[in-house]
């Protein structure tokens, strides 16, 4: 069974840290660009970041600076590093894998894949 797994979510002070995870089962998550999506409350999915099958990387306006996408070595796991977390951070965190023009970051649509999310909540 394809899958894409999200962890790491949790409830964190304004100005904190958290890791997110998103790993891959039934594919090899290297050939893919991996994208991390946000939805909060009333609001639209968003893109925030994407590493491609490549290693480049893009990040949201909102997050560039705070966020840092990696993949391990083995590229079975990408990361979502969030450090100085906001309020308005607060949302459904959700991994996607694309397949086709993988080797770029190129914008958040055509996904292939789908994680069922992580939820953060950044309050005090």
């Known amino acids: 069974q394809l899958q894409l797994v999200e962890s790491g979510g949790g409830l964190v002070q304004p100005g904190g840290s958290l890791r997110l995870s998103c790993a891959a089962s039934?594919?090899?998550?290297?050939?893919?660009?991996i994208n991390w999506f946000r939805q909060a409350p009333g609001k639209e999915r968003e893109g925030v970041s994407c590493?491609?099958?490549?290693?480049?990387?893009h990040y949201a306006d909102a997050v560039k600076g705070r966020f840092t996408i990696s993949r391990d070595s083995a590229k079975t796991t990408v990361y979502l590093q969030m450090n100085s977390l906001k309020p308005e951070d607060t949302a459904v965190y959700y991994c996607?894998?694309?397949?086709?023009?993988?080797?770029?970051?190129?914008?958040?649509?055509?996904?292939?894949?789908w994680g069922k999310g992580t939820l953060v909540t950044v309050s005090s």
């Open positions: 039934g594919f090899t998550l290297g050939y893919y660009a």
């Open positions: 996607a894998a694309r397949l086709v023009g993988a080797t770029m970051c190129v914008g958040y649509s055509g996904m292939n894949f």
């Open positions: 590493i491609s099958s490549f290693g480049g990387t």
